[in-house]
């Protein structure tokens, strides 16, 4: 079992649709993270946030929209998404920025 | 730029040691890891080792760093049907927050 919860599980969703995924731990940790994962890829790093702060994005599109409301969640906001973007959604969190991330079962989003 | 490397498949017999190898190109790495992600599943960290470490031993585990080669490697002892799943090399490099991660290694079991 992973101490980072993510929900829901699995999405569907169509291209005009507005939804979120939830990430949650409570490691007391104070970074935390969201990767994406295509299959039989490795994860890529979308966006970090410290201290509940957005640190880094990586060149994301405006339809993902993070939001850190505390230092326990982290929210992924889905708006007008294509369907290349149908992959595993990852959250991460760590101590400090420089310390070993763990990660949560992920939510398998699916764009219609 | 910053770089791991692993080979994409391994098969062993159940009950063998498997090892998988990995090499980076980032020195200033502070940690080196080993992810694994079974099926449908999220990455679990598996062992990590610092970089002035040259060894770690956990359980059936065992981490070998050669930091002169910028070799990683993975031992697995007696390996059973659980361990088949991707494992995924990964450093720290040159950046705090940012994991790179290698292609993965898909380990299977013979019986």
């Known amino acids: 079992d992973t101490e980072v919860t993510q929900t829901p599980k699995h999405l569907v969703m169509g291209m005009t649709n507005k939804k979120s995924l939830k990430c949650e731990q409570h490691m007391g940790h104070r970074a935390m993270y969201w990767y994406k994962q295509k299959a039989k890829k490795p994860p890529e790093l979308m966006f970090v946030y410290s201290y509940e702060k957005l640190s880094i994005n990586e060149s994301v599109p405006s339809r993902f929209s993070p939001e850190c409301p505390n230092s326990s969640l982290l929210n992924l906001h889905l708006h007008a998404l294509q369907p290349e973007d149908s992959a595993l959604y990852l959250c991460a969190s760590s101590a400090g920025l420089s310390q070993p991330q763990h990660f949560g079962d992920g939510t398998r989003l699916s764009i219609l | 730029g910053e770089d791991v490397e692993q080979s994409l498949f391994l098969s062993v017999r159940e009950g063998d040691s498997s090892v998988i190898n990995c090499t980076y190109t980032?020195?200033?790495?502070?940690?080196l890891y080993w992810y694994k992600q079974e099926p449908g599943a999220g990455l679990q960290l598996l062992t990590y080792i610092f970089s002035n470490m040259d060894m770690k031993q956990d359980q059936r585990l065992t981490v070998l760093l050669n930091k002169k080669d910028k070799h990683l490697s993975l031992r697995i002892a007696d390996t059973q049907t659980g361990d088949s799943a991707i494992y995924f090399c990964?450093?720290?490099?040159?950046?705090?927050?940012?994991?790179?991660f290698g292609s993965g290694t898909r380990l299977s079991i013979r019986p």
């Open positions: 990964a450093e720290n490099g040159s950046s705090a927050s940012k994991i790179i």
């Open positions: 980032d020195s200033s790495s502070t940690y």
